[in-house]
Every structure is written in structure tokens, then in C-alpha cells.
């Protein structure tokens, strides 16, 4: 199918791994599904009952792709989906999602997407998703991100997310539950400017003995934007969490990191830390010396934490 320039465009954004109409794909468009394919060992069904796709990745699964981004670009449009994924043992799969919002007009577009993970024993699956806002309107651009993922025994749940820019407000919610021996690796990535507001409260339960979970947020907040993180780890079992948030404040933002550790058992071993702080001085008079304007030396250190 022919894609415009605009739905191209926020594609390159959102998607990490490049969007191609090949193998296993689904592009959500305005709230309908503008087209799909299967693979081999991925199958994408629709669902009967609300909107959204079922998911089914078969044991056999090993390094493939499955895209499933969704673009709006239509002022005032509300987009709710929900998103099963069934992974089976053994399988190995990296999901690529995201959402952009085009938005000239003068309403309010908002997506929520529930997306819940089933994954077997003994997999390996990473997940990727990107949030991008852009448009000349009024209206506002707001991203509303579900994640509850069930990871079995011996698997591997790699988790990336990443606010680009431009989205006017969000509130994250994950929520994950780890079995016998199972891992955890978070990176949360994050950028707020202007009057935006960004909240991620995250649930990790280590259920299984053994289990681990490492989580990383990183984010910077320039002008009056606001930001608040609650990363929380149970420990209910023999296991180890590791909470690290790091933030750069700028300007006139706010933001609130709010780690916690919840040990329920002898061996839960659960460790934090927050730090936020503005960027050195010396940094940015390093980096001028190299010929770099102020602001081009503020890019870099920004860049660079991020990464």
C-alpha cells in the first residue's frame, strides 16, 4: 500500500528498526488497521470483541520482527486499542510498537494503547516503543501507554521506551510479574519541554525464585514541564531488583522520582537510586572550547545522557 508523506515521516520516528510492508507488520492508522501480514511463526489475528490484535508467536520464532506502530493524524480522535501477545517457549522475538500524533487542528488526539504480554518458558523477547508528537495546531497530543506483561520461567523480557518529543502529556502504567528465574531489563527514556507533563508508574513483582529486574530511567525536562517517576519492586521470593533513576533538570521544570522497595521475603535483595541534577558548567565550557555554541553544547550533554 502507498503510505503519504506525513504517515512516512512519523513512521521514521517511531519505529527503531525501520517499517517495511514485510514479514509480520500491523499500521494502525486514525483508529482502523490500514493493513497487515503474517509470517511463518508470527500470526496476527483481529479481535471479535473490542479493537485491537491478537498476536501469536510460536516456539519456532527465532530473531524475527514483528511491527506493529500506529499513527493518528486527525484532530479531536480518540484511539483506544488493545493488544494480546501470546509468546510460546522457547521463542525468540523482538516487538517493535510506538505511537506518533500528527495533530494541525485544534482539538484534542489521544491514543491509549493496553498491550499485555504472555510469554512461556525459556524466551527471549524485547520489546521497543517510541512516542512522537508534531503538528503546527493547538490541539494537544496525548499518549496513554499500558504495559502488564507475565513472564515465565527461564525467559527474558527486555522492555525499551522512548518519549522523543512533542507528546503534551502521558501517564505510563507498567506492570510486570516475573516466575522462577525469570529477567527483567527496563530502559526508560525521556524528554518533556514546554508546558508538557509525563508521569510512569511501574510494578514489578518478583514472584519466582530467583527472578531479577534492572531498571533504568533516564529523562531531561527543559522549560515548565513537569515529571514524575514511581518505578516500585516487590520481592516475594529469592531474587535481586535494581531501581536506577537519573534525571537533568533545566530551566523551570519539576521532577519528582519517587523509587520504592518492597521486600517480602528473607532473600529479596533490592537496591535504588535517584539522582537529579542540572548540567555541569563545566561540561558545557569543555564543549565550547571545541568551538560549540551554548546550545550546541547543551544538545550534545543531553544527547549523550540519553543514550
Known amino acids: 500500500m502507498k503510505l503519504d508523506l506525513t504517515t512516512e515521516k512519523m513512521l521514521e520516528q517511531i519505529d527503531a528498526l525501520g ?19 503474517d509470517s511463518e511463526h508470527i500470526k496476527i489475528v483481529k479481535k471479535s470483541d473490542r479493537p485491537g490484535i491478537d498476536i501469536l508467536i510460536d516456539g519456532a520464532a527465532n530473531g524475527e520482527e514483528v511491527h506493529i506502530p500506529v ?42 494503547g493496553i498491550h499485555t504480554f504472555h ?32 513472564v515465565g520461567e527461564n525467559s527474558v523480557f527486555t522492555l525499551n521506551t522512548a518519549q522523543i518529543r512533542g507528546v503534551d502529556s502521558t501517564v505510563r502504567e507498567t506492570n510486570v510479574s516475573l516466575g522462577r528465574e ?16 509525563a508521569e510512569s508508574n511501574m510494578s514489578v513483582e518478583l514472584n519466582g525464585e530467583s527472578s531479577s529486574a534492572q531498571i533504568v530511567s533516564r529523562s531531561v525536562a527543559k522549560d515548565d514541564s513537569q515529571q514524575v517517576f ?47 541534577g542540572r548540567i555541569n558548567n563545566d561540561q558545557l565550557i569543555k564543549l565550547r572550547t571545541f568551538g560549540l555554541s551554548a546550545e550546541e553544547a547543551e544538545a550534545v550533554i543531553i544527547e549523550n545522557f540519553l543514550k
Request: aromatic share 6%; glycine share 10%; hydrophobic share 35%.
Open 71 to 112: 499513527v493518528l493524524s486527525e484532530s479531536g480522535l480518540h484511539d483506544v486499542v488493545y493488544n494480546d501477545f501470546f509468546i510460546a517457549d522457547g521463542a525468540n522475538v523482538t516487538i517493535v510498537a510506538g505511537c506518533g500524533i500528527h495533530n494541525d487542528g485544534c482539538d484534542q488526539s489521544q491514543h491509549d
Open 119 to 150: 510469554i512461556g518458558k525459556n524466551a527471549n523477547v524485547t520489546y521497543l516503543e517510541n512516542h512522537y508528537g508534531e503538528g503546527s495546531g493547538t490541539g494537544g497530543r496525548v499518549l496513554n501507554p499500558v504495559t502488564q506483561a507475565f
Open 19 to 37: 517499517f517495511s510492508q514485510a514479514g509480520a507488520f500491523n499500521l494502525r492508522f486514525n483508529g482502523t488497521a490500514l493493513g497487515h501480514s
Open 230 to 276: 514511581h518505578p516500585k519492586a516487590i520481592g516475594k521470593n529469592l531474587c535481586k531488583a535494581h531501581i536506577q533513576c537519573d534525571s537533568i533538570i533545566m530551566d523551570r521544570a519539576q521532577i519528582r522520582s519517587i523509587p520504592e522497595i518492597d521486600a517480602r521475603h528473607l532473600d529479596a535483595q533490592i537496591i535504588h537510586e535517584a539522582a537529579i
Open 182 to 197: 525469570a529477567k527483567l531489563f527496563v530502559s526508560e527514556k525521556l524528554m518533556t519541554h514546554g508546558g508538557q507533563h
